[in-house]
């Protein structure tokens, strides 16, 4: 059976007092009180960028002398800031780096909110999750600063330790993590991963 979400629960009612089109942004307020993700001046590149409310929130915490990429396939429903870039793209397409959009940019922090269309079938939400998680690390891996940050969506499940595990060779720090604003019964967390090692792993 579907679960029916109330357009009146404390976070929702909260981000529309607060002008974000989306309640995710106190899911990302949460883990960067509690693991300091952003600092001022950053480059931010945000995966999965679409309503915006993560956009927002980055956006004032490096200031103006940051930088934030966002990137998503669909459209924003906030206006950017000025110290931010949208790039309407499939995170998935093979020519986002290099040759495409990002060019060879670096970033001190690379983030990601994506997740699948859910099916409400564990193992397939679990599996298609993943698709979209190790492409948002494969993707820190390529353009992320030496000591740089990592913050992902996951859904536990099968999987999921492994890919833990695969995080855990790149960065010095990796937690999983479920913020308070994660609806009851939703089987996502968010790795936390702190200290990009910006090694070469054959």
């Known amino acids: 059976m579907k679960r029916?979400?109330?357009k009146n629960d404390f976070f929702t009612k909260k981000a529309k007092q607060e002008n974000y089109p989306a309640r995710s942004v106190y899911k990302l307020q949460d883990i960067d009180n509690k693991f300091k993700i952003f600092r001022k001046?950053?480059?931010?590149?945000?995966?999965?960028?679409?309503?915006g409310s993560w956009l927002l929130y980055i956006g004032n915490k490096v200031s103006i002398t940051g930088k934030v990429v966002g990137v998503d396939v669909l459209d924003l429903n906030t206006q950017p800031l000025n110290n931010t870039l949208f790039i309407k793209k499939n995170v998935l397409d093979e020519?986002?780096?290099?040759?495409?959009?990002?060019?060879s940019a670096s970033f001190?922090?690379?983030v990601s909110d994506m997740a699948p269309n859910t099916t409400g079938l564990l193992e397939v939400d679990v599996a298609n999750c993943l698709e979209l998680t190790?492409?948002?690390l494969e993707?820190?891996?390529k353009v992320l600063t030496e000591n740089g940050n990592f913050v992902c969506k996951v859904f536990e499940g099968l999987g999921t330790d492994a890919f833990v595990k695969e995080a855990k060779k790149y960065f010095q720090m990796v937690k999983k993590y479920r913020p308070q604003a994660v609806r009851r019964g939703s089987k996502e967390i968010y790795l936390i991963?702190?200290?990009f090692k910006n090694i070469k792993i054959l």
């Not at 001046?41 to 309503?51: N, T």
């Not at 020519?95 to 060019?103: F, K």
């Open 95 to 103: 020519d986002l780096l290099e040759s495409g959009p990002l060019g």
């Open 4 to 6: 029916e979400f109330s």
């Open 139 to 141: 993707i820190a891996k």
């Open 134 to 136: 190790n492409r948002a």
């Open 108 to 110: 001190n922090v690379v």
């Open 193 to 195: 991963a702190k200290g």
């Open 41 to 51: 001046s950053d480059w931010v590149l945000d995966l999965g960028c679409a309503p």
